[in-house]
């Protein structure tokens, strides 16, 4: 912007009066001085931008209520690991009996259960491990490993035994029960199959009577249509071994 700013001048003054009035060095220096707020505004305004396209980013694959991954970064982070043949697992987990929360103890105490959830599926994340919420009561646990069996083990033993949450502010410790099903990434399945086939492990889950993760490798016809929620007994005080 200084150089045009000096250019102009100069072909002005020239067109103006036929001459050349000012020395090269002085004009240069009165031509940076005059710029330098342009110039800085110029810089300011685009690093405001960059800002702003960088949150507006981080917000498109946020879930604003546990601040964990949403969806979109979910599958995209799924994509990227099959396109490039990264071996591991996909998992689903939802609550084994969530809309009673929500039916009997309100919204309120719905979202504490979700930030509990996500608070200890914030202690799995890491490189080889990413977690998502994939909307509702629904999360996604992407491991990317050679032998995720330990994690996998992890997720069953920590996440659906139970979840602790609070009814209220200082009120009463409740347990909330998991269940998760999982499926092996493969390089000739897509992102979509391959959460349908977590899906259908996850419903054989429930069937067993929740709290558990069912690994499935291929497809079971009519696991969606057959499958028995069992919600009696999932949700308990804190005084009940969690087992």
Known sequence: MTVFIHLFSVSAEWFLIGQIA???????????????????????????????????????????????????AFIAATTAAIDAGMP?????????CFKSINDTLGHATGDR?????AAQLHRLQGPQVCVARLGGDEFGILVLAENPVLQLDHIESVICAGV???ISEG??????????????????????????????????????????????????????????????????SRSAPIT
């Open 22 to 72: 000012y020395p090269f060095w002085p004009r240069l220096m009165l031509t940076a001085i005059s710029a330098f707020p342009f110039v800085a505004m110029v810089v300011v305004s685009f690093h405001v931008a960059e800002k702003s396209r960088a949150k507006l980013r981080a917000l498109a694959n946020t879930d604003t209520l546990t601040s964990l991954p949403n969806r979109r």
């Open 88 to 96: 591991g697992f996909l998992a689903i987990l939802d609550g084994d």
């Open 113 to 117: 259960a979700l930030l509990a959830i």
């Open 164 to 166: 602790r949450f609070s």
């Open 171 to 236: 009120g009463q410790d409740l347990v909330l029960r998991m269940s998760a099903g999982a499926a092996r990434l493969t390089p000739d399945q897509t992102v979509i199959r391959i959460m349908a086939e977590a899906d259908w492990a996850l419903y054989a889950a429930k069937k067993k009577g929740g709290a558990c993760l069912v690994y499935r490798k291929q497809q079971v016809p009519g696991a969606r249509q057959s499958a028995i929620f069992h919600e009696k007994g999932a949700l308990r």
